[in-house]
């Protein structure tokens, strides 16, 4: 595709319910990322991809985060047990390579919202 | 460790004016630097970015911003402010060895008035 993309948009859950975000990168982009941006603050790092390899959740809140990349494109970020804190705005960003100068490309983001 | 800070949430131009959106940043290594815009309900894109070559990087709609080691400094600059400026700028800082993941500050949104 010509962009990042994510779905759904909108997510609207009742608390303790699980989610699942859908991030379709970048054809051929290696790397892949998800931040959370909480209401009028700027992204926060949550975990990033290279290829299917996961090799940084440092960011993750709690185990209830869980993300994949099983084939090294498509990812899903899923959140167990929803809690209102974990409304925000998710976004998934993709770039082609490794180095760390790599322009980023963002989605529009999957906008979470707990009840 | 790394981070960012953004000085004023908010700016408010005049068309035509000049745009100044401050960031300073903390590093104890040296910084790869990002300005990113955000539009409403569209993702974030990039403006310009330092990567170590040129202190004053150019980036695109006529914006451009100068890395200042000395003061900690990449403020983003705009000779004349257009209406289709209004809109959330970012700044973020990555690192070498760092997996290019990104350290946002909180952001400044600047509205343009005629």
């Known amino acids: 595709g010509a962009g990042v993309s994510q779905s759904p948009r909108y997510k609207v859950a009742k608390r303790g319910q699980d989610v699942a975000l859908r991030c379709d990168p970048i054809s051929g982009h290696v790397s892949l990322f998800w931040y959370q941006q909480a209401l009028g603050q700027g992204p926060e790092f949550l975990t990033y991809f290279q290829n299917e390899a996961q090799l940084d959740k440092s960011g993750l809140p709690s185990d209830r985060f869980f993300a994949e990349r099983p084939e090294g494109s498509v990812s899903t970020l899923k959140i167990q047990r929803t809690q209102q804190e974990d409304s925000a705005v998710y976004l998934c960003?993709?770039?082609?390579?490794?180095?760390?100068?790599?322009?980023?490309?963002f989605g529009p983001g999957t906008r979470l919202t707990v009840l | 460790a790394q981070s960012v800070t953004q000085l004023g949430s908010h700016v408010s131009v005049s068309e035509g004016a000049l745009v100044l959106l401050r960031c300073n940043y903390s590093s104890s290594v040296p910084p790869y630097l990002f300005w990113y815009v955000q539009y409403p309900n569209q993702g974030l894109q990039l403006l310009l970015k330092y990567t170590s070559a040129a202190t004053l990087v150019k980036g695109i709609n006529g914006f451009e911003a100068e890395f200042k080691k000395s003061e900690t400094s990449f403020h983003l600059t705009k000779p004349s402010a257009h209406m289709s400026d209004a809109a959330e700028y970012f700044c973020a800082v990555s690192f070498s060895g760092g997996y290019n993941k990104l350290i946002f500050g909180a952001g400044t949104r600047l509205a343009v008035h005629p």
């Open positions: 960003a993709s770039s082609i390579g490794l180095a760390e100068t790599d322009t980023q490309y």
